[in-house]
């Protein structure tokens, strides 16, 4: 079966998110001087393609070595947004394409109606739109994976929390961007989605990238490193499909 | 299905290979200080459970963003190791037991017996008592991960060169061991095992735990971060099994 590769390359001095530690790459030992190559790894746990445990911003929360394993290897959907914005808020009707029907308006009015919406009750022909029940781990795929280390790298689309909602009520438990955050990094207020799912013990994804390789459904693996109490941890993430 | 996890955790101040870098974590961003917990993370290539490309000992080998991921999320096999000795080789009729018909001869006498031997003709007693077949990757266990940390680490058993002859020869591509190395870490002269798998471009991961915990034939996932150009990766290794 294929395997396609989600995730970015780790490099000396790729891009962060803005405030994390800077990823640099040296070496300890080398085949010429030790017989055997060894290298000293610096880095954030949010560095490149990576996870956030509900430690990452709630108090007491979830650390990464303790999430089951069971919800990071397993059956995926991915909602693709149809001609994201930069900087907007993705609601329902932008991603709910990639369930069936199609929504009644155009994707960016509808994005600025449910985000400007939220929480208020949701059209109902918009909910239906979307499946009705997703599988534990969701993608949104905005291709927006293109601007990493670019630009508008930071100025990319992100989940509103009407979408956000819906997503969990639908089963989604990991829902996994090809941005830098499902939350906006500029222009935004607050991380509403990340206190949102984190808050009820979910997991985000960030940085995935080559979305557009897979199928929409298919089996990931996103296992963390085992590290013990830490708030995240770079992930491989890796698409299997028949 | 049940996922085992075969992963050491990754703490500050673990115990780490001799001469390899330490391992350790310290807060970057908290919660309180800045809204979200970032880690700094501060580590050897080949730290707790790792995998080695052929980089790491074989000048101009392959890198481990570089391993086709089809040989790293697979089905495995167990070889287990009989009453394996500290320090000592292991050869064909120690782990010859997992696949079916048992050597003639016991497994101490007969592991130092093929460890001098090699790379002279194998009895073909024992080769035949191997599986026909290995699927790419073959773990042998031989318990010493219970001695991961402790004084007796450094002294594992080994396999000898005649038993990774063996398993290559039967498909394996990815060797898998619970203890430091599958050669000796004290007491041995070189690393013969890893200059034949490696310098085949085969891939080697050490330093799982809990092969006691899965059934001799199950599907792994030992997906590395995607280090760009670099020699190894620690890897969250989990099984998984009907």
């Keep these: 079966m294929p395997l396609v590769d989600l995730s970015h390359p780790l490099t000396t001095g790729m891009p962060v998110y803005p405030g994390d530690p800077e ?3 040296a ?3 080398t085949v010429a001087a030790d017989g055997v190559a060894v290298e000293r790894l610096d880095l954030g746990s949010h560095s490149g393609t990576h996870l956030d445990a509900p ?3 709630i108090p007491g929360g979830r650390t990464v070595d303790r999430i089951p394993l069971e919800l990071l290897w397993g059956p995926a959907r991915v909602l693709r947004a149809v001609a994201p914005a930069a900087g907007g808020l993705l609601g329902i009707a932008d991603v709910a394409g990639s369930g069936g029907a199609s929504g009644a308006s155009g994707p960016a009015a509808s994005a600025d109606a449910l985000a400007s919406a939220s929480p208020d009750p949701l059209p109902a022909a918009l909910l ?3 499946p009705d029940a997703l599988p534990g781990i969701v993608c949104i ?3 927006w994976d293109a601007h990493f280390g670019g630009p508008l790298a930071e100025r990319h689309p992100a989940v509103s ?3 956000a909602e819906a997503l969990w009520a639908r089963g989604a438990r990991v829902l996994a961007v090809d941005t830098l ?3 906006l990094t500029v222009g935004g207020s607050g991380m509403p989605v ?3 799912w984190l808050g009820n013990d979910g997991v985000i994804v960030e940085n995935l990238t080559g979305l557009d390789a897979v199928p929409d459904e298919f089996e990931l693996s996103l296992l963390p490193l085992r590290l013990a109490g830490i708030d995240g941890s770079p992930v491989r993430a890796v698409a299997r499909f028949a």
Tied chains: 1, 2.
């Design 23 to 25: 990823v640099t790459f």
């Design 27 to 29: 070496p300890a030992l």
């Design 55 to 57: 430690a990452h911003s």
């Design 128 to 130: 239906s739109a979307l």
């Design 141 to 143: 795929a905005t291709g």
């Design 161 to 163: 929390l009407t979408l």
């Design 181 to 183: 955050s499902p939350d």
């Design 194 to 196: 990340h206190e949102f």
